[in-house]
């Protein structure tokens, strides 16, 4: 076995990533390979989105997908992992407000919010307020669309809580967040990002680039092996191969400029609405040097 070799003083504290099981995400991770690391050096810790977040600010975990809304609150304590996101430009597929009416109908309506994404919840706020003037109220809730609406107007899921209410649709007004961003933006929705705490891009930066580019090779692998990871989450989760496959594919894990545009122009609209205290500065770590890149 040929581990990856890092510096000498970087070998006694393993980085620890936080690990999703949202089908969403594993086109990145199923491949991943622990065995070229040694048991030193990488821990992957399972975590669901809204404990990532935790773990994340507390220093527990050194890196993972977290939402973006969480990066843009501590952005001051992160940087982002070029060329890895959960992204779209136009449907998404997996965020969903259902509703007892037309979107352009909830003017002062009762809006349950799923538990699990910060980011979503203030995605539908910005989209709400500022392209339907809707001055709606809230109520985060567990994921459950019949207890949700049972007190509500309309309600958001994500992920796997998204995916299925979809396929057992009651008859509600169904409205995907990506494809409305899109249509009143032109932008790129950027959902989740891979930060890395700051301190651990100056004390573990050789191993920093070793984990950095065994994801991207995770991911390299994921999208061209697809069908594999079509399997796995057909046997997870359900569905049929054929929406799994039109379900990754209209889904970005890139990072680029333009995804960046989006997100600076989300954080944007969420300061605007008093939802951050400030639009946050997108920093992205660059594994050629040990300087950030703006």
Known sequence: MNYFVVGESEIMSAIKIGKISFSNIMPIYHFFRTDQFDEHQVELIPQVPSQLNRS??????????????EYGRNYKEYEILPDLSISSKGQVRSIFLFSR?????????????????ATSNHLLKVILEKFYESFSS??????????????????????????????NNPGYYMYDLGELW????????????????REVTHSKSELLRSVHNEFLHSKKRGLTDLDTVVAQAKKEFGATAEFWKV?????SYEFTSEHKKGLEYYYA???????????????????DSRQSAV
């Not at 009416?101 to 994404?117: F, N, Q």
């Open 269 to 287: 609209c969420a300061a605007e609405l008093g939802l951050l205290e400030e639009a946050a500065k997108v920093e992205i770590w660059s594994p």
């Open 101 to 117: 009416k037309p979107i352009e109908e909830l003017k002062e309506a009762k809006v349950a919010l799923t538990d699990k994404s």
């Open 182 to 197: 899109y249509k009143h933006t032109g932008l790129w929705s950027v959902f989740a990002v891979w930060a890395v705490r």
């Open 247 to 251: 379900y990754y594919t209209g889904l």
């Open 138 to 167: 809230y109520k985060v809730m567990p994921a459950n669309l019949e207890k949700m609406m049972a007190i509500a107007d309309a309600a958001l899921l994500i992920g796997d809580d998204a995916l299925l209410a979809s396929w």
């Open 56 to 69: 994340m600010a507390a220093g527990t975990i050194d890196m993972g997908p977290i939402s973006s809304f």
